[in-house]
């Protein structure tokens, strides 16, 4: 069992091929598969992560004491005091693996519409597939809301330990940042690399949106929901959590 403070919808856009289906598995289900079947449309998965600093320290408040008292507590160290802790939070990525090909474009492009986070994923060994990341953030932002979290990742790190790299680190930081990307981090799904900060990092940026009051959390437009009305503090998963192609993966 498990509960959530808030669900984002995030969505993995790419070239076919570039290993989207095999970081959405690797997150949700901690394996990876050599071979996959081509995406067809869309799948889906889930996972809970923590997001928000699990507690702030606070100062104690000084005590101010009489003459009297400081006299007769002289010495003594002051009562042990518990301080509060901030209680972690949590949020549901709902996690829409697109499909590449060129086939699906016009299917994959209606599943932009919502979602508060992307993942934009290219191949380090496929030149041409970074090559193409322009046309798929173009898509996304004619489609997806203004304020959408998006993260440049470059699949496939372990690749590069066989020389077989066509893109730079440094290339490719260069484009994120020259393009208003969050960030660019590598990942490989298949010794699990990378993968967890690559979702984890727009987890925490849609947190800080949260807090700061950028999204309607009661319109479906922001890819944003909070807990339900009513004071529950998250909503628990029980077999409600195996909804996704890649079984219940939370």
Known sequence: MASWDYIAKLV?????????????????????????????????????????????????????????????SEGLPEPRRKEPEIEQKHMKLSLWDTAGQETYKSVTRSYFRGASGALLVFDISRRPTFLHVMDWLNDLRQIAEPDIVVVLVGNKSDLADENKREVTQVEAEEWAKKNGVLEYVETSAKSGEGVEMAFGRVAERIYQNVEAGKYDLNDRRSGVKGPPVGGNKGVKLGTQGKKSGYGGCC
Request: charged letters at 20%; glycine letters at 12%; proline letters at 8%.
């Open 12 to 72: 993995c856009i790419g070239d076919s091929g570039t290993g989207k289906s095999s970081l959405t598995i690797r997150l949700c289900e901690g394996r990876f598969s050599a071979q996959h079947d081509v995406t067809i449309g869309v799948e889906f998965g889930s996972r809970i992560m923590p997001v928000g600093p699990p507690h702030t320290p606070i100062q104690k408040p000084e005590i101010s004491r009489t003459s009297s008292v400081a006299d007769i």
